[in-house]
């Protein structure tokens, strides 16, 4: 992240709130306490996501990640997430949402799919 991105924060946290989190990150394999507090932070507010914006973000992070690592650092554990589809030569998926909406990802672009008749 650009640090012209970024803004310093320091919170004072209690000891068994601090514990959880060093647990998280070692359940994630992270090797930064900073980034395991950024993605529970990102998980608490993505409650609160729209799918539409979820799919906005999706591309956006593929575009600087690329496919793969924006999935795992935006959809994997995201609560409205329930299953994609990878398309690994066109860097784009295809991923549904607990309320049954479905969109088409790639960098910079994202299209509603619509469900299929059988479902």
């Known amino acids: 992240m650009p640090a012209a991105e970024v803004q310093r924060a320091v919170y004072a946290l209690p000891l068994d709130l601090h514990q959880e989190i060093r647990a998280y990150m070692a359940q994630c394999g ?3 306490e900073t980034e395991a507090v950024r993605r529970l932070l ?3 507010l993505s409650t609160s996501e729209k799918p539409e914006a979820l799919a906005q973000r999706l591309a956006r992070e593929i575009r600087t990640l690329g496919l793969r690592p924006a999935f795992s650092a935006v959809l994997a554990c995201h609560p409205l997430f329930t299953e994609a589809r990878f398309f ?6 295809v991923f549904k949402t607990t309320n049954g909406a479905m969109f088409r990802v790639s960098a910079g672009r994202v299209e ?3 469900k299929e008749a059988s479902e």
Do not use: I, K
């Open 42 to 44: 990102r998980l608490a």
């Open 112 to 114: 509603p799919v619509q």
């Open 88 to 93: 690994d030569a066109e860097r784009a998926l």
């Open 30 to 32: 992270l090797r930064n």
